[in-house]
């Protein structure tokens, strides 16, 4: 089995003639927490179905060494997965949904789950109907994360949900499930509030990549130069990926250094995911304030 978790070579998903993903290939190494980022429509959905073996794909693909398609069964002993449209059975009471859970799952443990429910509001005797949309996505994550797998795969999994319901959820997942060798793959559109916690970012642009890369790498990569705005026509001469404002100032971002008789021209800084996000897939209408 290859050293990383999940290997993708060209991928591509097509709906008929549209390919929602568009021969996108990159890796997830184990004890990643990795952001997939993009628009409405980006494709993140159809690129995490064709992880689980929902969707049928070109390319390569590779999860926990297995075909996700062909190995199906065998990938979802060792994956857990929340897809964008989750719902738990109405009618059940959650210690009746953990009951079910042990039936099914051969690597999903009982008590993990029930240690796990501790720390949300959600009590064991509850009925899901009586569950608040925000106390459903933490009993859906408790009962995810006491499968002892290697892979999680999480579909916007705080849509919806207020700002303390998401910090917990996040929080939940980052302490009780994430422990150096497991991987998790998480889109979202809430990017700013995502960016501490990941290890890694993964965009997509109207299914295509455009950027595969470690935060770490990101740091060293991207380079922002807020500067005086009398300084934008000599600015843009080095072809920034995006100019905007950024606490009050003209800024402008770089992928790779700008010449140092540019950089001289103002201040260096550390851009933002969203920032960046920005710049990478952006149309050119929607383009933000020009500095
Ligand atoms: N079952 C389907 N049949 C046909 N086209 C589809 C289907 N599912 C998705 N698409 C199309 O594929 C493209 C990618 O959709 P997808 O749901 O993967 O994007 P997404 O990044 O998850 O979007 P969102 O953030 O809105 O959930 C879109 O253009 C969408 O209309």
């Not at 993990?112 to 720390?119: G, Q, S």
């Amino acid at each position: 089995m290859s050293a990383a978790l999940i290997e993708a070579g060209n991928l591509t998903v097509r709906y008929g003639s549209k390919a929602a993903v568009d021969g996108v290939s990159f890796q997830v190494p184990k004890g990643r927490v990795v952001g997939l980022l993009g628009h409405n429509g980006a494709g993140k959905t159809s690129l995490m179905k064709a992880l689980v073996g929902l969707s049928s794909f070109d390319g390569n693909l590779s999860v926990l060494g297995l075909n996700p398609l062909r190995d199906r069964e065998k990938l979802l002993e060792q994956l857990s997965y929340i897809p964008d449209v989750a719902i738990l059975p109405r009618w059940a009471r959650v210690d009746q949904l953990i009951t079910l859970m042990s039936g099914m799952h051969p690597r999903f443990s009982a008590d993990r789950a029930r240690t796990l429910l501790k720390r949300t509001s959600v009590g064991p005797r509850d009925k899901i109907k009586t569950l608040s949309k925000g106390m459903v996505v933490q009993l859906h994550l408790a009962l995810m994360a006491a499968i002892d797998a290697k892979v999680m795969i999480l579909d916007e999994p705080t849509l919806g949900l207020d700002i303390l319901s998401r910090k917990s959820f996040y929080e939940m997942l980052i302490d009780e499930w994430c422990d150096g060798e497991r991987s998790v793959l998480i889109s979202t559109h809430q990017v700013e509030e995502i960016e501490t916690l990941l290890s890694d970012v993964i965009m997509l642009n109207e299914g295509k990549l455009v950027l595969s890369i470690s935060l770490e790498d990101m740091d060293t990569r991207f380079v922002g130069l807020s500067h005086d705005p009398a300084q934008a026509e000599q600015i843009a001469s080095a072809h920034p990926l995006l100019r905007y404002r950024q606490a009050g100032q003209s800024a402008a971002l770089f992928d790779g250094a700008p010449p140092e008789h540019i950089t001289a021209l103002g201040q260096r800084f550390r851009p933002s995911l969203v920032d960046l996000f920005v710049a990478l897939t952006r149309a050119p209408e929607r383009s933000r304030q020009q500095a």
